[in-house]
């Protein structure tokens, strides 16, 4: 039949047959599991698009139809009133930075901590991850001082054209220098403190420029007409963060005993307050300044829904005051009080809730002169119900000394209106004089009164140095209370009035020499005129 070669070529071709046939059906049926599984994931990515479609196709201005047409008019009206006072905002409100240069010794002698070898390195590591600047410089022995720069930050805002700035007390204190900026300007401006007021934590600067600028600038509203409930909004810069606002409510109108400043008048709210933050404005909805971001409560320094602003109130009576008198005054009452109780009520014939008692007048004072007596109720104050003693100090504490305020008290059960003249009881801060102006520190002639109050030796005579403006230049160079002023310009002073007239004349100099003698020695330096480049 078949030879044997035959057969294994007739064998070959059959197995090549069946491969092809086996071939075939596996790649069929391949195609079709890859066609299926095709489809299924076409299937499922068409039904995942159409399941997301409202996502990507929807309209940004599309109302929802369950909101009815009032509730839409009022989410407009709510965000047109935030935007508006966000604009407001970003206009008015500024930065604030501070520098303090701290020496370690200020009379230019090495301080203890320069004996540690690993001083240097320290402050090398705080300046090169936190932001902190230091210098050392060698004196004629080859001594190396230290001085660092230490930088607070916080908020303030525009109250006039002309460039009056309000914040608060603590961002400048101790200040060598002062810069404000807004993201909107082209460049920083260095500003001086007017006016500070550690007692409110208040403080007025004003922008040092040589042109003429014009600002914009917030309206104080009457902080006595603030309800807790209110809608505000809270601007600043926090942690550096600028044109920041945030928006709460008025959560009490009336918060004191906080320890945080001597006289305290405080609305609590609970829009977001943070580092930074502090002295910047509290609006409330008609974009006017209700209050003055001031502090927080918080374990973490950061905000906890409970935050402290100065009523603009407050406010407005230090910018009254300084703007007619360019002083900042305590009105005094003098009389002693106490809280009304029922029981107290009920013995001076009184039913009303609201009110103080008087316990006792001091004699001579204005409340005695006017005719207060002890026993007498105080009802109102200049027309505001008063129902606590913190509330007649502080009522009584914006008026100035030589005000008129009326008072409506009850005794023997009939209301009587008196009106009281008040008095001062502490030394007011008096206008800027020319040696205060350019050198930075305020002088008097020694009196037996300033001989034992700065405790200065019997050889001490002539002028003493009452106070130190933080931001001076003689600040820095570690002019203090107590020092007495020797010479100036090379010219020995024994009366203010002899440093006046030299000061007078330095109108042309950048720098001048003085020689003061303190506890350890005596000593010359040079003082940078602080409108010597204004």
Known sequence: ?????????????CICCLMAVTSGTLLTGFSKSSNTKNKAKETSTN????????????????????????????????????????DLANRSVVYIRSDTHISHDSMGNPSEEM????????????N????????YRADEDGKESFQKTASNYGSGFFVSEDGL????????KNAQSIQVGNPGWDEEFEAKVLLHDQKTDIALLKIISDEARSFPF????????????????????????????SAGIISSTDRRYLNINELEDFFQTDAAINPGNSGGPLFNLYGKVIGVNSAILSRTGANSGIGFAIKSNVVRSIIHQYAHTGSLSRG????????????????????????????????????????????????????????????????????????????????????????????SNEPESKVRTQVEQKLGFSIENITPELRKRFDLAKGDEGVVITDVQPSSSAYQMGLRPGQVLMQVDHQGV??????????????????VLILVRHKQGVRFMTLRLSNASK
């Open 165 to 172: 700035i309000v914040t608060n007390f603590h961002v400048v």
């Open 494 to 511: 024994a009366t203010v009035e002899e440093v006046e007239d030299i000061v007078d004349g330095l109108n042309s100099s950048k720098q």
């Open 47 to 86: 039904g995942e698009a159409e399941s997301l479609r409202h996502v990507y196709e929807a309209r940004p201005d599309h109302i929802p139809e369950d909101l009815s047409a009032d509730q839409v008019r009022f989410i407009q009206m709510m965000n047109g009133v935030n935007m508006r006072v966000a």
């Open 1 to 13: 039949m078949y030879s044997m070669k035959m057969r294994k070529h007739l064998l070959v071709a």
């Open 128 to 135: 090169r991850f936190f932001g902190q600047k230091q210098s």
């Open 115 to 126: 004996a540690n070898p690993l001083e240097k390195f320290h402050e090398e590591f705080l």
């Open 332 to 423: 005094f009452l003098g009389v002693q009080l106490q809280a009304l109780t029922p029981e107290l009520g009920q013995q001076f014939n009184y039913c009303n809730k609201k009110g103080v008692l008087i316990s006792d007048v001091v004699a001579g004072s204005p409340a005695d002169k006017a005719g207060l007596q002890a026993g007498d109720i105080i009802y109102e104050v200049d027309g505001h119900v008063v129902d606590s003693p913190e509330k007649v100090r502080n009522r009584v504490q914006l008026y100035a000394k030589g005000q008129k305020v009326n008072f409506v008290v009850y005794r023997n059960g009939k209301r009587h209106s008196i009106d009281v003249t008040l008095g």
């Open 218 to 245: 917030l309206e104080l509203a009457d902080s006595d007409l603030v309800d807790s409930g209110e809608f505000v909004i809270a601007a600043g810069s926090p942690s550096k963060l600028n044109n920041s606002i």
